[in-house]
């Protein structure tokens, strides 16, 4: 979904998404982030950690979390800060659910930003990552 700065109102939702993430994903994340944790990726070990398998990253889905703020910033914004916090582990094969409200909007003369706040659940609906941006119109 793109946005006009003009057209958002505080309050307002982000379209929600939904991944299943597969372990193909996580390989390349591994790849691309060098995040090489064996809970990533071996379920052996992620049960003798007490885990109930293998884990998500979760700087992956904050990645997903950024590129929501983006997409949702388009095609004249840009996303010019995220924070995150991690609250949850999320197994390997759950729904991922990106979501996400306006926090706040301000327009002055000298900028037009918007405050998102995010969050991704797990199939109980726990949230697994929070997060906050900004973005710059």
Same mark, same amino acid.
């Given at each position: 979904?793109?946005?006009?700065?003009?057209?958002?109102?505080?309050?307002?939702?982000?379209?929600?998404?939904?991944?299943?993430?597969?372990?193909?994903?996580?390989?390349?994340?591994?790849? *691309? %982030? +060098?995040?090489?944790? /064996?809970?990533?990726?071996?379920?052996? !070990?992620? #049960?003798?950690?007490?885990?109930?398998?293998?884990?998500?990253?979760?700087?992956?889905?904050?990645?997903?979390?950024?590129?929501? *703020? %983006? +997409?949702?910033?388009? /095609?004249?914004?840009?996303?010019?800060? !995220?924070? #995150?916090?991690?609250?949850?582990?999320?197994?390997?094969?759950?729904?991922?659910?990106?979501?996400?409200?306006?926090?706040?909007?301000?327009?002055?003369?000298?900028?037009?930003?918007?405050?998102?706040?995010?969050?991704?659940?797990?199939?109980?609906?726990?949230?697994?990552?929070?997060?906050?941006?900004?973005?710059?119109?």
């Amino acid at each position: 979904m793109t946005s006009v700065f003009e057209n958002i109102t505080e309050g307002q939702e982000i379209a929600c998404q939904t991944l299943i993430l597969s372990s193909r994903d996580l390989v390349i994340w591994a790849g *691309a %982030s +060098g995040d090489y944790n /064996p809970i990533h990726y071996d379920k052996d !070990l992620a #049960l003798k950690k007490g885990l109930p398998g293998v884990v998500v990253p979760g700087q992956l889905a904050g990645a997903m979390l950024g590129k929501l *703020a %983006s +997409g949702f910033a388009r /095609p004249s914004g840009r996303l010019a800060k !995220l924070s #995150l916090s991690y609250k949850k582990m999320m197994p390997l094969g759950e729904s991922l659910v990106l979501k996400g409200i306006v926090s706040s909007k301000t327009d002055t003369p000298e900028s037009k930003t918007l405050g998102l706040k995010l969050w991704a659940e797990d199939t109980a609906g726990d949230k697994t990552v929070t997060a906050s941006a900004v973005i710059v119109y």
